[in-house]
Every structure is written in structure tokens, then in C-alpha cells.
């Protein structure tokens, strides 16, 4: 059970598959099979990105995720603020104390119905 998590470096990445391979540097560079990625969305890492991963045995594990470290800060460091980075600048960012939703991308596409219903 002292295995059951690990850190490791994104070395391979499937896109189709949605999975991930590492190596685990404290493991004398030891590379990992395929990895699933959590499904509830599709944000795979970069190469070279760390990871943690959980294994449940030795033929079964899935990436949990990029970790914050002094390689991956927040972007806002605010008890209020929860944000979602899909790149160098977009973002989706939710202001728990003002209520405030901000959109910010290059382009935005609405598909379907759209109701505004407030002042501007």
C-alpha cells in the first residue's frame, strides 16, 4: 500500500486513448504502461510534465493530475476564486463574493439558445 501513489514525468502521451506514459525518477527511472486519465474532463498534460499517478497493483493504475508546485502555481492564489486555465491566457474564472463569471479567450462561441437577461 506504500505504492499506492507515485510522482512521475509525462513521457508519452496518447490523445485518442486518453492515456499517458511516465517515468518515475525515484524509481531508477522506471516507465510506466499506459495510464488513464481521470475522465469527468479531457485536459491531458504536456511532455514533461509531473504527475501523480495511483497504481493498484502492478497492472493497474490512472493520472490523477498535475499537482501545484514551484513549477505549477495558481494563477490566483484567492479562497473566492475558482478558475479553470485552458491556456497561456484563456480561462474560465468564478467570483464566489461578487457573483462574478469571467470569460476570457481569443474567440467565443455560443451554440444553441442564448437568454440575456440583466442590464449591460
Do not use: C, H, W
Not at 510522482?7 to 499506459?34: H, M
Not at 495510464?35 to 495511483?54: C, Q, R, T
Not at 479553470?84 to 469571467?102: G, M, N, P, R, V
Amino acid at each position: 500500500m506504500n505504492d499506492l501513489i507515485r510522482r512521475g514525468t509525462v513521457t508519452n502521451i496518447n490523445y485518442k486513448e486518453g492515456t499517458v506514459k511516465i517515468v518515475q525518477e525515484d524509481r531508477d527511472d522506471a516507465v510506466s504502461f499506459d495510464l488513464p486519465l481521470l475522465s469527468f474532463e479531457y485536459n491531458p498534460p504536456d511532455i514533461g510534465d509531473m504527475v501523480l499517478a495511483v497504481f493498484l497493483d502492478n497492472t493497474q493504475g490512472f493520472i490523477l493530475g498535475k499537482p501545484f508546485n514551484e513549477n505549477n502555481i495558481p494563477k490566483r492564489g484567492d479562497k473566492n476564486i475558482i478558475r479553470k486555465d485552458y491556456d497561456t491566457d484563456a480561462y474560465i474564472e468564478y467570483d464566489k463574493s461578487s457573483k462574478t463569471l469571467t470569460i476570457k479567450a481569443e474567440n467565443i462561441v455560443v451554440r444553441g439558445n442564448f437568454t440575456r437577461d440583466g442590464e449591460t
